[in-house]
């Protein structure tokens, strides 16, 4: 029996961490920091959410596992340490990210509910690479990339990449954008590993599309894809950047010291939200264009943590000490508004810009200190239990333009346990309790209060469930949640506020495993059962369904090599329910069925290993719209072809 926490190996000093069950089709020989053969189906653990370069699939995201934000709740994690982003790792240097959820987020150290992001950095290797990649769509995208790796000494290689896009988008809004990294890696010795790492990322000329919001209990009328009617000069410019240092260290055997240290900088130089109010069902409109001046949003974070581990037998106890903390500033508001008057949409409009007036901004700062013991356990063939807890110091002080700064904070003890057995080689059980402090963020645009601070929120969850190892090849994990927390959304007076508790309880099952040596699929399904209590729901001011949960997530993936010689093939479904659209429950966006398919040519240029990539994504060219917020709307993609060619070198 393996050891079912994915960090198990990572606290032993020599090890390193399991490769995925799965391994890629025979194809020829490339770089070990080569591109070629990324594939997200081939190389994903499960269905909870998972992406490599250009691919993604799953049932959560990033931003949206069980119904909520893992960045909010604290979960994202660069090789396992904590990382509070505004600007996250970019493909040049994150190999992949993974969902973390369930049986697979238990040997994760101070975990908080929903479920954890994981990045995993992409190190210089021993040996010189280098992958380009040259892609374009039907949209006009078009972009060029490469990545490459350069020994420089036996104990020092030097990773570096760069990109360049041209952006086209389902709204008929352009923009460029274009981000370049490096890292280090230095091995004076088999004990130590030292990566210091820089990113940078700018986007230029990003139109602001229009936000639709309508008049009354309706969904949008029907929008053109690819049509932007202006204005040009609303246009979106920021630059980036993330500057950062992981360590590990094994000074003793069966002693390990780990840290990253991070920097995430935002600054949007310009902005722009565009929004279409008071929106008919014949398409009339009136146009309202904010402005904001320039902002900054700066995070500096990271995570010290000492572990030990004891074998004993079949017995490994690790036990790890951890300081993490952040420290996240920003200066934003200070808008102004220009109301256009009635417009109807697909007229053209653009005017010439007006002169606009900007007030003084808000400054927000978050500390952020915790400190913790963790234990982890792991019996071969029996099971595992870990358990952690941490005392943490959020302090948060607002100051509005005129008014005395605010400041609100909280020291409460936070805390997990989570328990696996094995009952057999091929059946396990788990069980976990979680809780933890979440920041709320700020008030959205289309609020009353908009830009405003909220203050954080505890929340807890329950979990348990199973992992089957059906065959060999094909493994099945399936759970239950209740995860709860305070409920955020417009009242009846359009401001941004306490509205009562959010429940989201549900089930999610992943199924994953190669059927036959040339066919994989990766298929799972989550059903939930949100729902807000409190005084808002008992008084009728909001519906009992929270905003943008959706009850039924649905997704299935499959990759068939081809009996052709390098070829394969593929395709992704997706469906999901309704969603509540309005606080009071009043709009719905319609359940909605999504289908991509694709498929590889992997073939020698120049003899060196090469892939050519080809998918249509939304293929049935499916309507719908995406919601930004309560009441206000954007649409979806249409169907669009692409291909993109990737040589290691």
């Known amino acids: 029996m393996l050891l079912a926490s994915p960090l198990a190996a990572q606290t032993l000093p020599t090890a390193e961490p399991t490769p995925p069950e799965a391994a890629e089709p025979a194809e020829p020989a490339m770089p070990s920091q080569g591109r070629s053969g990324e594939n997200a189906v081939r190389q994903a653990d499960d269905a909870f959410g998972f992406s490599v370069g250009r691919e993604t699939l799953g049932l959560y995201s990033s931003s ?30 994150r190999k992949s990210t993974a969902i973390r959820v369930g049986i697979s987020a238990i040997g994760y150290p101070f975990p908080s509910p929903t479920g954890i992001v994981d990045y995993s950095f992409r190190k210089p290797g021993d040996s010189a690479s280098l992958s380009a990649l040259t892609g374009l769509d039907s949209y006009g995208n078009a972009a060029a990339e490469f990545d490459a790796a350069l020994p420089l000494s036996r104990e020092l290689s030097l990773g570096f990449g760069a990109q360049l896009s041209r952006n086209d988008f389902y709204n008929g809004t352009t923009s460029l954008s274009h981000n370049q990294a490096a890292a280090l890696r230095w091995r004076p010795s088999d004990r130590l590993e030292i990566i210091p790492f820089a990113q940078r990322s700018e986007v230029l000329d990003d139109e602001a599309g229009p936000i639709y919001v309508p008049a009354g209990p309706f969904l949008p009328p029907p929008v053109p894809r690819r049509r932007f009617d202006g204005p040009s000069w609303a246009d979106y410019n920021s630059v980036g950047s993330l500057f950062g240092i992981l360590v590990t260290a094994s000074p003793a055997p069966g002693w390990q010291f780990r840290t990253g ?24 409109a009136e146009r309202l264009i904010i ?61 010439p810009p007006p002169e606009f007036i900007f007030s003084g901004q808000t400054r927000d700062q978050v500390r952020q200190w915790s400190a913790g013991m963790a234990y982890q356990g792991l019996w071969r063939d029996v099971g ?100 709860r927390k305070p409920y955020y959304n417009l009242d009846a007076n359009g401001r941004y506020d306490l509205l009562g508790d959010v429940v989201s309880q549900g089930v999610e099952a ?76 009043l709009v719905f966006i319609p359940a909605r069925t999504l289908v991509d398919v694709g498929g590889r040519y992997r073939f020698r240029l ?41 040589v290691d070198i």
Do not use: C
């Open 64 to 93: 949206n596992v069980r119904g909520f934000s893992p960045f909010a709740a604290g979960n994202v994690r660069i090789e396992g340490l904590y990382f509070d982003p505004y600007l996250t790792l970019l493909p040049r240097l």
């Open 261 to 284: 240290l991070f920097r995430s900088l935002y600054n949007d130089r310009t902005a722009f939200a565009h929004l279409l109010v008071d929106l008919m069902p014949d398409g009339t």
């Open 291 to 351: 402005a904001d001046p320039p902002s900054r949003f700066i995070s500096s974070s990271g995570e010290m943590r000492l572990s030990r581990s004891l074998a004993e037998g079949p017995r490994l106890h690790v036990i790890h000490l951890s300081v993490r903390g952040r420290d996240r500033r920003a200066r934003y508001d200070g808008s102004d508004a220009v109301d256009f008057g009635p417009m109807r949409i697909g007229e053209r409009f653009d005017p």
């Open 384 to 483: 595992e239990l870990s358990f952690g807890i941490s005392r943490t110091d959020y302090l948060k002080k607002s100051t509005l333009p005129g008014e005395p700064a605010l400041s609100t904070r909280s020291r409460p003890w936070l805390y997990n346990v989570a328990t696996a057995v094995h009952l057999s080689p091929a059946l396990s059980f788990y069980a976990g309790y979680s809780r933890g402090l979440e920041e709320s963020g700020t008030a959205p645009d289309n609020a009353s209060n908009r830009n405003q601070p909220l203050p954080a929120i505890l929340t807890r969850q329950v979990e348990a469930g199973m992992r089957l190892q059906i065959s060999t090849d094909i493994k099945l994990i399936a759970g239950a949640f209740d995860l």
């Open 510 to 585: 992943s199924v994953s495993g190669n059927l036959t040596p040339s066919l994989r699929v990766i298929a799972g399904g989550v059903l939930l059962r949100p729902r807000v209590t409190g005084e808002g729901v008992s008084l009728g001011r909001v519906g009992e369904r929270p905003v943008g949960l959706s009850p039924r997530s649905l997704d299935f993936n499959l990759d068939w090599d081809t009996p052709l010689p390098g070829i394969s093939t593929d395709i992704a479904v997706s469906n999901s329910g309704s969603v509540p659209a309005t606080r009071n429950n």
């Open 606 to 646: 120049a003899q060196r290993p090469a892939t050519l990539r080809v998918s249509v994504s939304n293929l049935f060219h499916v309507y719908g719209f995406e919601l930004r917020g309560a009441g206000a709307y954007d649409i979806i993609p249409g169907r669009v072809f692409s291909a993109y060619l990737t």
